[in-house]
């Protein structure tokens, strides 16, 4: 007869997260801030002409608020390393659940390759060629052009990396501290680049930006070098926003990957919805401010221009946010408080990255479908390091794809893994009066006709399929070429040949894989 049998009776975790912990988890990973407005204008700009960026954030944000309240309440009743991996498997069904969280696993590794790839390409750049107009230093410029070069950015990215594993590496507490001194130092440059955008008029950034980069350059001359390309002025119109929706819900992915850690967060009941409400808000807001600034400032003619340009680009970092709101003040002591924030914040990023990851390997093989090894927690730092240190080795070959080739920008579709997980926990939610009753008497709204939790599902599977649908049919929002397809469908296939692979070989040990996917596991 097939027994069944989790890795051991307890995780060996613990609970040292507080919600504040929890909330930087989250925050981390959604990353407000300077690159939270930064990227809002750098996603739509060029994709959307004519979007009113503050207004697609707030939609955005709009269709983020069910799937934040389905994501509380499913914490609330299975709180366990994982998150929506868990629920998934134990809701709906296990081959479905595990082939979503293994696509979803590969995506945060893949995006953290694009995001080792993008230090050197974007964020370096932009803080060199910063420095370089305020101190008058053209060192710095050619400095910016050299870090971007294939071998330098796949190793400078390989670092970045590596310094996000030993930040996660010592256990939760020492991470925790470190999370909360990088968060503290993006905040202060995100708030010095408010009072410098703030203090600012649109005459000021295009007297200053002449001054810095010309006489070869100037505001006028990116606006005409546009125009003789082809580019006209597009006004903000509802269409052109309502199609940069999705594009905007991309600024707000993270906001609960908090419940993946649930395990380890002392009073859930409190604290899930402090981290992932406190998240979601807090993204919200510092997203409206700053891009709402930065397009007084700037000017959105002069944005729309910019990004047109493409590869004619004339300065020697990209046209992003950052670039433009030092320019404002060259004191030296500003550039470096905003350009110190840009740079923290992707190693802020990358660690809450990593942190999640490594509780989705965690519980594939506290469940035995990954090798236990995988499970092992050190008595010291109570951290699966061998998980992360897995996570770090695919991380580095995500990060060669995205130096060496053009595979992940061109076919990874990363949104609508995303939408896909969306979708299936906003019906685990629906479902769950039916399949885990006896989990509802914990939750507000449980005894209601329709409980709660199924109305907010219905709500969120929805907004979520929509998502899904421009994910896949819009190529700004994702990959949506044949190629792309073919590697989405590979990502998912790969999943269920894991899965196949493990079920017979427990089937051969007389496990029951079936039989471990019927119950919770521990805490």
Known sequence: MAKVSFV????????????????????SVVLPGIYGYASVIGFIAGADPGANFVLSAELAFLFMLPLGLTYVLLTWVMPRS??????????????????????????ILAILGIDGYLFSTLILPISLVSFGYSTGNVAFMALATAVA??????????????????????????????????FAIVMV?????????????????????NHMVGPSVSYNSII?????????????????????????????????????????????????????FGSLFFALILTIVGTQLAVNVLGYDFIQASFALGSNWPLPAPPWVPLFTTMLNPNIGVVFLIQL?????FF????????????????????????????????????PTKAAVLNFVIAAIFLLLATFTPWLGLFLNAVAIWGIVWVLTSLVAIILPFKKKELLSSLPGGTWKIPLVSIVGVISLFLNMAIFYFSVTTPAIGPSTLQADMILSAIFLSGLIVYVASYYDHKRKGVSLSMVYSQIPPE
């Open 348 to 383: 802020w990023n990358t660690a809450g990255f990593l942190l999640v990851a490594t509780r989705y390997v965690f519980a594939f093989a506290f469940d035995g479908v990954l090798p236990v090894r995988f499970a092992d927690v050190g008595d010291r730092f109570h951290f």
């Open 82 to 107: 994982g998150g929506d991996y868990v629920w998934v498997t134990r809701v709906a069904n296990p081959i479905i659940g595990f082939m979503v969280a293994w696509g979803l696993w590969l995506s």
């Open 189 to 209: 440059g995100t708030l010095v680049s408010f009072g410098l955008l703030m203090s600012s008029s649109h005459s000021d950034f295009i007297n200053a930006f």
């Open 341 to 345: 924030a840009w740079l923290v914040s």
């Open 149 to 182: 070069s294939p071998v330098t950015a796949y190793v400078l990215g390989l670092l970045m990396i590596l310094i996000s594993f030993l930040i996660i590496i010592p256990g939760p507490r020492i991470f925790s501290r470190l999370m909360a001194i990088m």
């Open 224 to 276: 005409s070098q546009a125009q003789s390309a082809g580019w006209s002025f597009a006004p903000v119109s509802w269409g052109a926003t309502l199609l940069s929706i999705p594009l905007s819900v991309i600024v707000y992915n993270g906001f609960n990957y908090a419940s993946a850690a649930a395990g380890e967060i002392r009073n859930v009941k409190r604290s899930i919805p402090l981290a992932i």
């Open 8 to 27: 051991r009776d307890a995780t060996g975790l613990v609970r040292d997260f507080t919600w504040f912990d929890a909330f930087l988890i989250g925050t």
